[in-house]
């Protein structure tokens, strides 16, 4: 799987982290819900486009929370991927 967005709410607490994931497996665009950071719950939906699967993620990115995108982070961190 290839992460094509990831943003996160900006709170370090588990019970208050939520981060939102699009990533691409083949032909297929999923996007992972995670609430409680990395051992936290996680829902995940498929879409047959990546502008479906970013439409979908954005309907989650809460207003109220300041909410970040951090995909670069994982670049800087993964540089081969």
Do not use: K, Q, Y
């Not at 709410?9 to 982290?17: D, S, V, W």
């Not at 994931?21 to 996680?42: I, Q």
């Not at 699967?53 to 994982?74: I, N």
């Amino acid at each position: 799987m290839v992460l094509l967005v990831h943003w996160w709410n900006g709170r370090f607490e588990h019970a208050a982290r939520r981060d939102v994931f699009v990533r691409r497996d083949a032909d297929a665009f999923t996007v992972e819900l995670r609430s409680g950071g990395p051992r936290g719950t996680t829902t995940s939906t498929t879409h047959p486009t990546a502008w479906a699967a970013v439409t979908a993620a954005r309907a989650h990115l809460v207003p109220l929370a300041d909410w970040s995108d951090v995909t670069d982070a994982h670049r800087h961190a993964h540089p081969e991927r």
